[in-house]
C-alpha cells in the first residue's frame, strides 16, 4: 500500500473524503486530500538520496464554523502521530483560521491543514 493510500485510510470514518477532487455537489462536511510529489529530506555527500518526504494539504469543509471546526479536531486526532509506512506523521504550522467561502452557494467554512511524514 502507497504512503498515499495510507494516509486516505487514516481518514476513513471521519467525513466525506475526496481524493485530488471535489464532485460538482459533495455532501457536507467533507475533507479534501491534495498530496505532493516527495522531495529528499536528506542526501549524503554524493548526492544520494537517504530520506524523502511526502506532503499533503487537507481541506476541511463544512456547512459552517461549528462543523468546520468538529471535523478539524477528528482529522488532527486521527493524523497528529498516525504512522504511514511505519513513519510519524506531523502536523505542519500554518495557523489558519476557519473561513467562510462565500464565492459557492450556499457559503460553506473552511480550514486547511498541512501534514508531512519523513520516509527513510
Given at each position: 500500500m502507497s504512503a498515499h493510500s495510507e494516509f486516505?485510510?487514516?481518514?476513513?470514518?471521519?467525513?466525506?473524503v475526496h481524493?485530488?477532487?471535489?464532485?460538482?455537489?459533495?455532501?457536507?462536511?467533507?475533507?479534501?486530500?491534495?498530496?505532493?510529489?516527495?522531495?529528499?529530506s536528506k542526501r549524503a555527500l554524493s548526492r544520494d538520496v537517504h530520506g524523502?518526504?511526502?506532503?499533503?494539504?487537507?481541506?476541511?469543509?463544512?456547512a459552517n464554523?461549528?462543523?468546520a471546526h468538529i471535523i478539524c479536531r477528528k482529522v488532527i486526532a486521527a493524523l497528529e502521530g498516525a504512522r504511514v509506512a511505519g513513519q510519524r506523521v506531523e502536523a505542519v504550522p500554518n495557523v489558519q483560521h476557519i473561513m467562510q467561502d462565500l464565492d459557492v452557494s450556499p457559503p460553506v467554512s473552511y480550514a486547511v491543514l498541512d501534514w508531512r511524514v519523513t520516509l527513510p
Open positions: 486516505l485510510a487514516l481518514l476513513s470514518g471521519i467525513a466525506n481524493d485530488g477532487d471535489v464532485p460538482d455537489t459533495p455532501l457536507l462536511p467533507y475533507v479534501l486530500v491534495m498530496g505532493s510529489a516527495q522531495s529528499p524523502r518526504v511526502e506532503r499533503w494539504r487537507t481541506t476541511v469543509v463544512g464554523q461549528t462543523s
